[in-house]
């Protein structure tokens, strides 16, 4: 089984900083690439910020030069430093990945529970 595990999430005032993690684990093959979402109270959920296994980032034109996503391959790792924290940032942060797993032919797309981000104003 593969799981998906973020944390990192809490209460921070507006222009602060948060750093997310997500630790991925199980019978793993390979991971491709890496994502957060987030999902704000009745709105749908977001790509933030991708990370392919390849190198390369892409993010939201509204996180741009604010965020930065990276990964640590080695230990199965994916990260969200978040700065200059506004309200409008306030949501639950999911992390994916697209993960081949031991058993499997094909990467299957797996999630994390989330966590909770609240910028206060």
């Known amino acids: 089984q593969v799981q998906l595990v973020e944390s990192g999430g809490g209460l921070v005032q507006t222009g602060g900083s948060l750093r997310l993690s997500c630790a991925a684990s199980g019978n793993i093959l390979d991971i491709n690439t890496m994502a957060w979402y987030r999902q704000a109270p009745q709105k749908q959920r977001e790509l933030v910020a991708v990370?392919?296994?390849?190198?390369?980032?892409d993010y939201a034109d509204s996180v741009k030069g604010r965020f930065t996503i990276s990964r640590d391959n080695a230990k199965k790792m994916l990260y969200l430093q978040m700065d200059s924290l506004k309200p409008e940032d306030t949501a639950v942060y999911y992390c994916n990945a697209l993960i081949l797993s031991s058993g499997r032919r094909y990467p299957g797309s797996y999630w994390g529970q989330g966590t909770q981000v609240t910028v206060s104003a």
């Open positions: 990370i392919p296994s390849g190198g390369g980032t």
